[in-house]
């Protein structure tokens, strides 16, 4: 006779089921509040949480000749070339990420179609998020959806600041280009420059709406652009701004078709060629520094490099280097966005954290035409990826330019 103790139990067959169930009623409790909002019951009895997210081509479709949805430049995919001391793309790192694509997508980067979205009837909001305060937006429509752009998205901070009495501002027509973090000098100088040179093509700067907001890094890179902020409906950030009729430009971050552009309307050629070695240090940072620099920078400085610390230089002297520069190496951070200003065919060495694998600088490379080479760090310390420093093999490194340099002569 089976001891019952230790008798077979028979199998939760139902458990399976009921986790289903549960995971229904959960996505249900967050939908059913969408649904009644996009009935039109006012999403003030939600306390603004629950905003439903549409396309832009949805909102177009449904408001018909109110708005419009036009493609200037079709979808495309380039074939780019393998970081230089990669041999086989299934070396490098497949995780996706915060980014939405990995460093293994970037030999087959695909960039999404360059669009103008017409909305009818909206209304932007914005406020300071997190401890960073990073500047975050969001865009209503009329039946109090919201209308999804890149790095564009309703959050609960939205909800918060839709539940205050807060500064409204009233226009009929107007063009927005902000994504979140605008004000971060890589976001600003791929993102957002960009977009302000296309505007500037199309004849749409007299309508686009300027952060009030802005850097003396932003304000000069404007001026070297040809664009004068102050003539611009200016933004604050905080405010509901009701639009009649909102342009929104739809592009993808690292389009070589849009990035080429600033690098010939800010750096001008050279004709003697870069020459230039620059090592951009972040000794000075809050994080991300390089711990055993002053064992690698003796060995820099004997091949030529100069020492550079971006904070010390204003943002066309920053250019005014990169113009001269055949070579840079630096840790991961945002000095290594104004590789855009080097000539094209620069060779680019990123020392970074394989655990923390951002494939930013790698594509925006591979945008502007460089050679890009990837050096593996350790990470030290704990806390958030972005604020660890590191440290790297000297050896390695001087390894690395050996064949930067050699090839440079070939």
């Given at each position: 006779?089976?001891?019952?103790?230790?008798?077979?139990?028979?199998?939760?067959?139902?458990?399976?089921?009921?986790?289903?169930?549960?995971?229904?009623?959960h996505?249900?409790?967050?939908?059913?509040?969408?649904?009644?909002?996009?009935?039109?019951?006012?999403?003030?009895?939600?306390?603004?949480?629950?905003?439903?997210?549409?396309?832009?081509?949805?909102?177009?479709?449904?408001?018909?000749?109110?708005?419009?949805?036009?493609?200037?430049e079709?979808?495309?995919?380039?074939?780019?070339?393998?970081?230089?001391?990669?041999?086989?793309?299934?070396?490098?790192?497949?995780?996706?990420?915060?980014?939405?694509?990995?460093?293994?997508?970037?030999?087959?980067?695909?960039?999404?179609?360059?669009?103008?979205?017409?909305?009818?009837?909206?209304?932007?909001?914005?406020?300071?998020?997190?401890?960073?305060?990073?500047?975050?937006?969001?865009?209503?429509?009329?039946?109090?959806?919201a209308?999804?752009?890149?790095?564009?998205?309703?959050?609960?901070?939205?909800?918060?600041?839709?539940?205050r009495?807060?500064?409204?501002?009233?226009?009929?027509?107007?063009?927005?280009?902000?994504?979140?973090?605008?004000?971060?000098?890589?976001?600003?100088?791929?993102?957002?420059?960009?977009?302000?040179?296309?505007?500037?093509?199309?004849?749409?700067?007299?309508?686009?709406?300027?952060?009030?907001?802005?850097?003396?890094?932003?304000?000069?890179?404007?001026?070297?652009?040809?664009?004068?902020?102050?003539?611009?409906?200016?933004?604050?950030?905080?405010?509901?701004?009701?639009?009649?009729?909102?342009?929104?430009?739809?592009?993808?971050?690292?389009?070589?078709?849009?990035?080429?552009?600033?690098?010939?309307?800010?750096?001008?050629?050279?004709?003697?060629?870069?020459?230039?070695?620059?090592?951009?240090?972040?000794?000075?940072?809050?994080?991300?520094?390089?711990?055993?620099?002053?064992?690698?920078?003796?060995?820099?400085?004997?091949?030529?490099?100069?020492?550079?610390?971006?904070?010390?230089?204003?943002?066309?002297?920053?250019?005014?280097?990169?113009?001269q520069?055949?070579?840079?190496?630096?840790?991961?951070?945002?000095?290594?966005?104004?590789?855009?200003?080097?000539?094209?065919?620069?060779?680019?060495?990123?020392?970074?954290?394989?655990?923390?694998?951002?494939?930013?600088?790698?594509a925006?490379?591979?945008?502007?035409?460089?050679?890009?080479?990837?050096?593996?760090?350790?990470?030290?310390?704990?806390?958030?990826?972005?604020?660890?420093d590191?440290?790297?093999?000297?050896?390695?490194?001087?390894?690395?330019?050996?064949?930067v340099?050699?090839?440079?002569?070939?």
């Amino acid at each position: 006779m089976t001891d019952p103790v230790h008798a077979p139990r028979p199998a939760p067959l139902f458990r399976g089921r009921l986790d289903s169930v549960l995971g229904w009623l959960h996505w249900q409790r967050k939908r059913f509040p969408q649904r009644l909002i996009s009935l039109g019951v006012p999403p003030a009895l939600f306390g603004w949480r629950p905003i439903p997210h549409i396309s832009p081509q949805t909102h177009v479709a449904e408001f018909g000749q109110a708005g419009d949805f036009e493609i200037l430049e079709p979808e495309e995919t380039r074939a780019n070339f393998l970081p230089a001391n990669i041999e086989d793309c299934a070396a490098l790192n497949p995780d996706a990420g915060w980014w939405g694509y990995s460093m293994r997508d970037v030999p087959t980067r695909r960039s999404a179609a360059i669009a103008l979205a017409t909305l009818s009837n909206v209304r932007v909001l914005s406020f300071l998020d997190g401890p960073k305060r990073n500047f975050t937006p969001a865009i209503l429509d009329a039946r109090n959806r919201a209308v999804e752009f890149p790095q564009v998205r309703f959050r609960p901070g939205h909800a918060e600041l839709m539940r205050r009495s807060v500064p409204r501002m009233q226009v009929s027509d107007a063009v927005w280009f902000l994504e979140r973090v605008y004000d971060n000098h890589s976001h600003w100088l791929t993102a957002h420059l960009p977009k302000l040179l296309l505007l500037k093509k199309l004849g749409l700067l007299d309508r686009t709406i300027m952060p009030a907001q802005r850097s003396a890094a932003m304000d000069a890179s404007l001026a070297m652009i040809g664009i004068d902020p102050t003539k611009m409906l200016q933004y604050e950030t905080g405010t509901v701004l009701e639009v009649d009729r909102l342009t929104v430009p739809v592009t993808d971050r690292f389009d070589p078709r849009l990035l080429r552009p600033v690098r010939e309307a800010c750096a001008r050629h050279d004709p003697d060629g870069p020459s230039a070695r620059v090592f951009i240090s972040r000794a000075r940072a809050r994080g991300r520094k390089l711990l055993n620099e002053d064992a690698l920078w003796p060995r820099l400085e004997a091949l030529g490099f100069q020492r550079v610390f971006m904070e010390d230089l204003d943002f066309p002297e920053q250019v005014r280097l990169m113009q001269q520069t055949s070579i840079i190496v630096a840790p991961h951070g945002a000095g290594l966005t104004n590789m855009m200003f080097c000539p094209e065919g620069a060779d680019i060495v990123e020392l970074a954290d394989p655990d923390y694998p951002n494939p930013n600088f790698y594509a925006l490379a591979a945008a502007m035409g460089h050679r890009y080479w990837l050096i593996d760090a350790q990470a030290t310390g704990r806390g958030h990826a972005l604020e660890k420093d590191l440290t790297v093999d000297p050896d390695s490194v001087i390894g690395v330019l050996d064949r930067v340099l050699a090839a440079q002569v070939s």
